[in-house]
Nanobody
Framework: QVQLVESGGGLVQAGGSLRLSCAAS????????MGWFRQAPGKEREFVTA????????SYADSVKGRFAISRDNAKNTVYLQMSSLKPEDTAVYYC??????????????????????WGQGTQVTVSS
């Protein structure tokens, strides 16, 4: 069982930066791949980025590539999402998710929100133009 708590959301002007954090409970954080998803009003939840258990592999949605960076600190049971050059279209509720299924990273399973067992409550990010 893993409990996830996001923080760091807020209101920022276009071009600005924010860093989201997702703190996980439990002693087996390092056995979970972690993902960030977002959901804007009236839209489906979409993949943003994910990081493998040890942090050696990452993947990004094309819409955020080069602007967002995911990282994790397994000693602190925390995953981070550094967001830069923010755009109004980045406005959404951002969720972190965790799963420990043993599927090769190359299958890109982590892009499917239905394959994550644990979710945080979400944090709002609003980017003004």
């Amino acid at each position: 069982q893993v409990q996830l708590v996001e923080s760091g959301g807020g209101l920022v002007q276009a071009g600005g930066s924010l860093r989201l954090s997702c703190a996980a409970s439990g002693r087996t954080f390092s056995s979970y791949a972690m993902g960030w998803f977002r959901q804007a009003p009236g839209k489906e939840r979409e993949f943003v980025t994910a990081i493998s258990r040890g942090g050696g592999s990452t993947s990004y949605a094309d819409s955020v590539k080069g602007r967002f960076a995911i990282s994790r600190d397994n000693a602190k049971n925390t995953v981070y999402l550094q967001m830069s050059s923010l755009k109004p279209e980045d406005t959404a509720v951002y969720y972190c998710a965790a799963d420990n299924r043993a599927i090769p990273w190359g299958s890109s399973w982590y892009r499917n929100p239905n394959l994550y067992d644990y979710w945080g409550q979400g944090t709002q990010v609003t980017v003004s133009s």
